[in-house]
């Protein structure tokens, strides 16, 4: 636990540098963006404040300590397209492509690019340049899929699970049309699978929390399920969802430990010794979930709260990004939910 609470000794909120000088050198207020760590520069891809989006990217340089009321944020190379919802995971054969997969997306109003509405886009870090990579047997099924979380594991084998369609944006109706199905890109030859599996398969889900374990699996937390029979509904936190990336298969997990709500729109990141730290979200009805931040130990499946000064933490935010750095959590952007406010730059 010293660690978690390592972590959060230095959570100082940063947003109030830009609550009075809004410029073309500093990122305006979003929330749903995609976010990935690259080496010592965390991006921040599109996001949206309210019905628009964009196609901005901004990145965070770590190489350096900085002063918290001026943090280095960059402009980088904007997307092909505006995009919302969307999902990003870093190569780990290189540590410098990002892929960019699904979202609600549109033309930017700025871009000076042909819009081509890919299901993935390829970013090269080191030369700044965005591509659509030569994808092999693509599933045109999983065009239009918005609000999952792309995994990549070891071997440079992206997972995706579940979404919806973007064509529909309101959540909170039984109309959403949900997916449960698992789709896999392999980065090294570039060739699509969707993965035939019967067994153990979880409900149609978005909005989920998911990170790789050192087990090669990949832990699936909460989130928004629709029964096939009955209204959309939470993910029960307390029974997370397990994929093995070698087999191929699904199984389900009982926790135990301290009492914690159900949410969607949260974050997950996983420490050095096996804690997986859980932040923010909302209930379906957009309310504040009880405790904003919780953590699992993977080594005893037990839930626990860390106690965190509440002057150290910042206001409840839900569909933000968040990152481990170091002996640091970053949580960026988002929506706020106590004062219906999007939030400006990052805590940390």
């Given at each position: 636990?010293?660690?978690?609470?390592?972590i959060?000794g230095?959570f100082i909120?940063?947003?109030?540098?830009?609550?009075f000088?809004?410029?073309?050198?500093?990122?305006?207020?979003?929330?749903?963006q995609?976010?990935?760590?690259?080496?010592n520069?965390?991006?921040?891809?599109g996001?949206s404040s309210?019905?628009?989006f964009?196609n901005e990217?901004w990145?965070?340089?770590?190489?350096?300590s900085?002063?918290v009321?001026?943090p280095?944020?960059h402009?980088?190379?904007?997307?092909?397209?505006?995009?919302?919802?969307a999902?990003?995971?870093?190569?780990?054969?290189?540590?410098?492509?990002v892929?960019?997969?699904g979202?609600?997306m549109?033309l930017?109003?700025?871009?000076?690019?042909?819009?081509?509405?890919?299901e993935?886009y390829?970013?090269d870090?080191?030369?700044?340049?965005?591509?659509?990579?030569?994808?092999?047997?693509?599933?045109a099924?999983?065009?239009?899929?918005y609000?999952?979380?792309?995994?990549i594991n070891n071997?440079?084998?992206?997972?995706?699970?579940?979404g919806?369609?973007?064509?529909?944006?309101n959540?909170?109706t039984?109309?959403?049309?949900?997916y449960n199905?698992?789709?896999m890109l392999?980065?090294?030859?570039?060739?699509?699978?969707?993965?035939?599996?019967?067994?153990?398969?979880?409900?149609p889900?978005?909005?989920?929390a998911?990170?790789?374990?050192p087990?090669?699996e990949?832990?699936?937390i909460?989130g928004?399920?629709?029964p096939?029979?009955?209204?959309?509904?939470l993910?029960?936190?307390?029974m997370?969802?397990?994929?093995n990336?070698?087999?191929?298969?699904?199984?389900?997990k009982?926790?135990?430990?301290?009492?914690i709500?159900?949410r969607?729109?949260?974050?997950?990141?996983i420490?050095?010794?096996?804690?997986i730290?859980i932040?923010?979200?909302s209930?379906?009805?957009?309310t504040?979930?009880?405790?904003?931040?919780?953590?699992?130990?993977?080594?005893?499946?037990e839930?626990?709260?860390?106690n965190i000064?509440?002057?150290?933490s910042p206001?409840?935010?839900v569909f933000?990004?968040a990152?481990?750095?170091?002996?640091y959590?970053i949580?960026?952007f988002?929506?706020?939910?106590?004062?219906?406010?999007?939030?400006?730059?990052?805590?940390?």
């Open positions: 636990m010293n660690l978690i609470q390592g959060f230095f909120i940063l947003n109030f540098v830009n609550l000088v809004i410029c073309d050198d500093f990122p305006t207020p979003r929330g749903t995609a976010s990935s760590l690259v080496n520069k965390l991006y921040f891809f996001g309210g019905d628009n964009t990217v990145y965070l340089d770590l190489s350096n900085f002063n009321s001026l280095p944020i402009k980088g190379q904007e997307m092909p397209v505006a995009v919302s919802l999902s990003s995971c870093v190569s780990p054969i290189d540590n410098s492509s892929f960019l997969i979202g609600n549109s930017a109003y700025n871009a000076s690019v042909p819009f081509y509405p890919l993935v390829l970013f870090s080191k030369m700044s340049y965005w591509r659509p990579p030569n994808i092999i047997d693509y599933n099924s999983f065009t239009g899929r609000c999952m979380q792309a995994v071997d440079g084998k992206i997972f995706m699970f579940g919806a369609d973007s064509n529909v944006t959540i909170n039984t109309k959403v049309f949900m199905d698992m789709h392999d980065t090294t030859t570039m060739k699509w699978s969707t993965l035939n599996i019967a067994q153990n398969v979880p409900l889900c978005i909005a989920y998911a990170v790789l374990l087990t090669a990949i832990i699936y909460g928004f399920e629709l096939f029979f009955g209204s959309p509904r993910v029960e936190i307390k997370v969802r397990l994929f990336t070698k087999s191929f298969t699904w199984s389900n009982q926790t135990t430990g301290e009492n709500d159900s969607m729109g949260h974050t997950a990141v420490t050095q010794n096996g804690s730290i932040y923010g979200g209930t379906i009805n957009a504040q979930v009880s405790p904003d931040l919780v953590v699992l130990d993977i080594n005893t499946w839930w626990s709260i860390p000064p509440q002057k150290d206001s409840s935010l933000h990004s990152a481990i750095y170091e002996n959590m949580v960026s988002g929506n706020y939910l106590i004062i219906i406010l999007l939030s400006f730059l990052v805590y940390k």
